[in-house]
């Protein structure tokens, strides 16, 4: 008997027919004889619905407050679910994260899991109950809810299948498996058969909504067998492999393209060009708790720099008001902002024995006349900041210039 850990996201569980959907399918994998844990998201919509009433009361609500209102969604789903199940005449039980429990640290909105007690689950499991959790929602030591970050089902599917110790963490999603870049902007794109959890790691950091960043380091760490799926067709979907040599006899030079349109960009213009400024810069930044991606600092003829970064389109506008106020105290000539920005990454390990990818994708971006602000590179993938109108332009561009459409999955 193998005990299964399913999530599903907002889709899938968007109405009550595709509620009674996975109820059939739950059913249908527990009458193989497997123990199986369910993880639901939201209804579809009901997370950002939560959210705009959060933020037409409060323009930065209360962090826990916050965290009460958005959580909602999935104690909805979960009880519907539970109920669905038993009308199928399966025995299902509810979860809160907090009836779970799942423990976090006390980042709202943010939040850590630190631990899970799997007590409670394993005593229904052993009762013949399937048992539903919600998803994205845990609980702190001060005994309030918290919430993961958004899409953070993946991560309680994962994080669960890690503290329960079973034997596979099943995300059942609108898509069939993880593609070369997201399907909605490259319908030519192609399903992979296997993708190593580096190259996972790195396209969902990247942008790749298909799973939330924590699941994959989650499922790396703690090597949770891992696989994306339809919930509404059948097939194998894709394998999240620990093993570059499970992937097949050749990587493919290029596995995927991210994208990214949720960053802005920070630039303090005319910085005295001395020791400690990128620091004295980005501290502040730091203490307000605000994520940092690129960096960039030119060097200025005139003993002055340009110094510039992204940041999530959420904290642009605390972004700017601090350096506003780092400008003044440098003594910096202006601060500039811009939240009309893209980035757009090439992923795969098989650039690490391959020279020529950076100029390959700059040469491809050029002929279409696509303007780079920024690149960063790390061993496997290339990131470029171009403006926000030519995103699809450029995720098709690179596309066809990587021939990610035509090739065989690897397999
Ligand atoms: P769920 O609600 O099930 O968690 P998400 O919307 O979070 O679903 O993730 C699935 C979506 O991810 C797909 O509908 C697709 O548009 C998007 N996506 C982005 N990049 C990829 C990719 N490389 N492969 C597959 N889907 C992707
Ligand atoms: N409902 C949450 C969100 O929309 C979590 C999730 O779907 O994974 O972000
Ligand atoms: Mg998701």
Redesign the pocket.
């Known amino acids: 008997m193998a005990l299964i850990v399913q ?6 569980v968007g109405d009550v027919e595709r509620i009674q959907h996975v109820a059939r399918k739950v059913a249908a994998a527990r009458a193989k004889g497997d123990q199986i844990v369910v993880v639901v ?1 939201a209804m ?1 919509g009901e997370t950002n619905r939560l959210i705009g009433l959060a933020q037409a009361i409060s323009e930065q609500p209360d962090p826990r407050e916050y965290d009460q209102i958005v959580a909602s969604g999935e104690q909805v789903t979960i009880g519907l679910l539970a109920m669905a199940l038993k009308e199928l005449g399966v025995p299902a039980r509810s979860f809160l994260g907090l009836q779970v429990p799942i423990r976090t640290d006390d980042v709202h909105s943010k939040a850590r899991i630190t631990e899970i007690d799997g007590t409670a689950v394993h005593a229904a499991l052993a009762r013949g109950e399937v048992c539903v959790v919600a998803g994205f929602q845990g609980v702190n030591a001060a005994g309030d809810i918290t919430t993961l970050g958004r ?1 953070g ?2 991560t309680t599917g994962v994080a669960l299948a890690a503290g329960l110790g079973a034997d596979e963490c099943q ?5 069939d ?9 490259e319908p030519k ?1 192609r ?1 992979l058969e296997r993708v190593t959890f580096e190259e996972m790691l790195e ?1 969902a950091s990247l ?6 960043i924590r699941a994959v380091e989650f499922a790396g760490k703690y090597r949770v067998p891992l696989r ?1 799926l339809s ?1 509404f067709e059948d097939g194998p979907g ?1 394998l999240i492999t620990l093993d570059q040599e499970q992937n097949g006899v050749e990587d493919p030079l290029i596995s ?3 994208f990214n349109r949720d960053e802005a960009q920070v630039t303090l213009q005319g910085v005295p060009d001395r020791p400690g400024i990128a620091a004295k810069v980005l501290g502040p930044i730091g203490e307000a708790n605000i994520e940092v991606d690129m960096i960039v600092q030119n060097v200025g003829a005139d003993a002055t720099t340009d110094f510039t970064f992204t940041v999530h389109k959420n904290d642009y506008k605390r972004a700017l008001a601090l350096v506003e106020t780092i400008r003044e105290q440098l003594g910096a000539r202006a601060v500039k902002g811009d939240s009309d920005i893209a980035k757009v990454s090439v992923v795969g390990v098989g650039m690490r024995s391959h020279a020529g990818i950076a100029s390959d994708m700059f040469k491809a971006l050029a002929t279409e006349n696509i303007n780079i602000r920024m690149i960063s590179t790390s061993e496997i993938k290339i990131s470029v900041v171009i403006d926000e109108k030519y995103l699809e332009l450029a995720v098709r561009t690179l596309h066809r210039a990587f021939e990610l459409e035509g090739a065989a999955p690897a397999a």
């Open positions: 999530k599903y996201g907002g889709t899938s998201s579809s899409g089902s993946d995300i059942y999603t609108d898509v498996g993880v593609y070369t870049t997201d399907p909605r902007v794109a399903r396209m942008g790749s909504k298909v799973l939330q994306v919930t894709t995927g393209i991210a």
